[in-house]
């Protein structure tokens, strides 16, 4: 779960996010914070993962849109900023404080980012009430050693705790290769 432990809007230089497309209108408007837009029915409750999750309430199929993320744009990241999904070498999204700040990670999940956008898109048929995934593994690439945690997934290769794109094998690697965020693509 992203916790709602929310830092302000800090100065991020423009330069720093002109290549990644977040809404033309947001730019323009010279605005840090990008709200959460919610294309479906959602809600939070208690996840098996560990938590509170993001559920689906309504069936959704596979590419479609469930909503865009939300958040601050900031240059970096601090000791407390526990669920920041990072996009850049210096461009960070904090939380929202909105019902995506309540996505889980998950080694299988049924949604990735479309990083252009932002937009959590479906990568398969989600059910009513079944719980909103992604792989935190394709946005970050070390997470801080206090901010790893186990994961409950029950994938076969789950590495069992998370601890980013780093420490993944190979093989694992290959398998989210086409995921992963742009900083993590030129890293990879
Ligand atoms: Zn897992």
Do not use: W
């Not at 323009?28 to 939070?44: A, D, M, T, Y």
């Not at 048929?125 to 801080?144: A, L, P, Q, R, V």
């Amino acid at each position: 779960m992203r916790k709602t432990n929310r830092p302000g809007c800090r100065a991020v230089n423009v330069k720093v996010y002109a290549k990644l497309l977040v809404p033309a209108s947001i730019l323009r408007s010279g605005e840090k914070k990008i709200p959460s837009l919610f294309f479906r029915r959602l809600s939070v409750r208690k996840s098996q993962l560990g938590g509170l999750g993001l559920f689906a309430e309504e069936p959704i199929y596979p590419g479609e849109l469930i909503l865009r993320l939300g958040g601050c744009l900031v240059g970096r990241r601090t000791a407390t900023d526990r669920n920041v999904i990072r996009l850049g070498k210096r461009l960070f999204l904090t939380e929202s404080g909105d019902l995506d700040d309540y996505i889980n990670h998950s080694c299988v999940p049924n949604c990735c980012v479309d990083f252009d956008n932002l937009y959590l898109v479906t990568l398969r048929s989600i059910g009513k009430g079944e719980e909103i995934t992604f792989n935190y593994c394709t946005t970050e690439y070390e997470i801080d050693p206090t901010f790893r945690f186990v994961c409950r997934c029950g994938y076969e290769r789950c590495p069992g705790i998370i601890s980013g794109y780093h420490y993944l094998d190979a093989s694992e690697r290959k398998r989210l290769k086409p995921y992963l965020s742009p900083f993590l693509k030129r890293r990879a």
